[in-house]
């Protein structure tokens, strides 16, 4: 049986477990690309931006085990959304995207990379679609990425 989790927003506390959730699920997802910062980088923009400046959400395993994913929402933009390896497939990420839409419902915007392919297959099944691919020019690691919006008058 799969453990209660629930959808909170981010305190502090939570910026380097949510850091460490984002780092374990970009090298689990996407092992070809390269990152653009160290892991202390990483843990230092979730501690100083992310978690104090933008709309960050958890979710919490309720049984205590800790976090399980981190969604981060900046303006119409869900610029992350990463859960834990061992959380993958058990429906938190949808539980995440319903609570994007309910928090943007105006549309929402995102980027992924090109390579991961099991992200765009995940969001175009909730209603985003593909406006824009790059090659990577314009993100720090200088790889392909795919630009998705999703309206809700377009759902």
Same mark, same amino acid.
């Given at each position: 049986?799969?453990?209660? #989790?629930?959808?909170? !927003?981010?305190?502090?506390?939570?910026? *380097?477990?949510?850091?460490?959730?984002?780092?374990?699920?970009?090298?689990?997802?996407?092992?070809?690309?390269?990152?653009?910062?160290?892991?202390?980088?990483?843990?230092?923009?979730?501690?100083?931006?992310? #978690?104090?400046?933008?709309?960050?959400?958890?979710?919490?395993?309720?049984?205590?085990?800790? +976090?399980?994913?981190?969604?981060? +929402?900046?303006?119409?933009?869900?610029?992350?959304?990463?859960?834990?390896?061992?959380?993958?497939?058990?429906?938190?990420?949808?539980?995440?995207?319903?609570?994007?839409?309910? !928090?943007?419902?105006?549309?929402?915007?995102?980027?992924?990379?090109?390579?991961?392919?099991?992200?765009?297959?995940?969001?175009? !099944?909730?209603?985003?679609?593909?406006?824009?691919?790059?090659?990577?020019?314009?993100?720090?690691? *200088?790889?392909?990425?795919? *630009?998705?919006?999703? !309206?809700?008058?377009?759902?």
């Amino acid at each position: 049986m799969t453990p209660a #989790v629930v959808l909170r !927003r981010a305190a502090a506390p939570d910026a *380097r477990p949510a850091a460490d959730v984002w780092l374990r699920s970009f090298a689990a997802a996407l092992p070809g690309v390269v990152r653009a910062h160290s892991d202390d980088a990483v843990r230092d923009w979730f501690r100083h931006v992310v #978690v104090p400046r933008r709309e960050t959400w958890v979710a919490e395993a309720a049984d205590g085990s800790g +976090l399980a994913g981190v969604m981060v +929402l900046d303006d119409a933009e869900l610029s992350q959304l990463y859960l834990d390896p061992g959380w993958r497939g058990r429906g938190l990420g949808d539980r995440f995207v319903t609570l994007a839409k309910e !928090r943007r419902p105006e549309g929402l915007e995102l980027w992924t990379f090109q390579v991961n392919r099991p992200a765009q297959r995940f969001y175009e !099944r909730h209603g985003f679609v593909a406006a824009e691919w790059t090659d990577g020019s314009g993100n720090e690691e *200088r790889e392909p990425d795919v *630009r998705y919006v999703w !309206r809700p008058d377009a759902a």
